[in-house]
């Protein structure tokens, strides 16, 4: 079951990566002529700095998470190891970052057990808000829906692939979910830790909010690029909040793919195409790739800085 899932989730990663090149192909001629001025850099700049707030809620969120599990960490340290650790999406797999967030909460937690377990639960919600937020997309994802008949086949090929490596992604975390509720189970039985319905039921919330405010965050970035381009906004806010939700978790759902590369691009054109127009579309989701990265490297270099001063500060 493990590896057809897999294998699924890599092929519609295949197909997505595939569906985006030809889509900026198939438009190459006029985006080689496309007006780059430097009221474009501008908003991607801005778009840059706006999706560098991503950051600091995905890490209060986060927080809340381990405090469920009662660590108690500062939040300085859990954003410096948050911000270093998400460079490593880079990685084939998707999972580089927790790993690293794993690896450098060793000084600042008594288990590293404790530090799984808040990323499980964190991750988890995240998927859920994703998913709920994505919905915020349907009168756009209608319309795409209703124009099937123009729709060119590498398209609907895509999606329909999407969707059953998601199904076999969302089975897959459900066949192995007794283990991981027996691993926090017999971690908290370890050490005597009981837990309080209405104080963790807040954290939940906490972190649910706090990850509602980083996609509406991500989102004010592809609207900066989107109004760079067009001087205009034709689309809801809500619905570009929905159709960024969508391509993150399209992303995080299909393995393969470091970073979502190509999968989140692909879902994003889909999403917003029929709002913006093909051409803006792609140019958009070319330019959110562009200050997204130059973002996680902004992330990084200010994580590492930050560390060392902590370093320097603890005796």
Not at 124 to 141: E, F, Q, R, T, V
Not at 186 to 205: G, T, W, Y
Not at 285 to 304: F, K, P, Q, S, Y
């Amino acid at each position: 079951m493990r590896k057809l899932a897999y294998a699924i989730g890599l092929l519609a990663t295949v197909v997505c990566v595939w569906f985006f090149a030809e889509r900026v192909a198939s438009h190459w001629s006029s985006l080689r002529h496309f007006p780059f001025t430097l009221d474009v850099v501008g908003w991607l700049a801005a778009a840059t700095v706006i999706y560098l707030g991503t950051f600091v809620s995905a890490t209060a969120s986060w927080r809340s998470c381990l405090a469920i599990f009662r660590q108690r960490v500062a939040f300085v340290d859990c954003l410096h190891v948050n911000m270093i650790s998400q460079f490593a999406k880079f990685l084939p797999g998707n999972v580089g970052q927790h790993i690293g967030r794993v690896l450098m909460m060793r000084g600042y937690v008594q288990s590293g057990t404790a530090v799984v377990s808040s990323i499980i639960l964190d991750m988890a919600i995240l998927a859920g808000i994703a998913l709920l937020l994505s919905l915020l997309n349907l009168p756009l994802a209608l319309t795409l829906l209703g124009q099937h008949a123009t729709l060119p086949q590498p398209s609907s090929l895509a999606l329909a692939i999407t969707a059953v490596s998601t199904g076999g992604m969302v089975a897959l975390l459900w066949r192995f979910y007794p283990g991981t509720r027996n691993m926090i189970r017999d971690f908290l039985s370890s050490r005597n830790i009981v837990l309080s319905p209405a104080e963790d039921a807040c954290s939940v919330l906490q972190a649910s909010l706090w990850h509602v405010v980083s996609f509406t965050i991500g989102a004010g970035a592809v609207c900066c690029i989107i109004l760079g381009l067009t001087h205009a906004f034709p689309v809801s806010y809500p619905s570009i909040v929905g159709a960024y939700s969508l391509a993150w978790l399209a992303g995080f759902l299909l393995p393969g793919a470091p970073a979502g590369l190509g999968v989140r691009e692909a879902v994003l054109v889909l999403a917003i195409g029929p709002g913006v127009g093909d051409e803006t579309a792609t140019v958009t989701a070319l330019l959110l790739r562009v200050a997204t990265t130059l973002g996680d490297g902004a992330a990084l270099a200010t994580g590492l800085v930050v560390r060392r001063l902590r370093a320097a500060q603890r005796p």
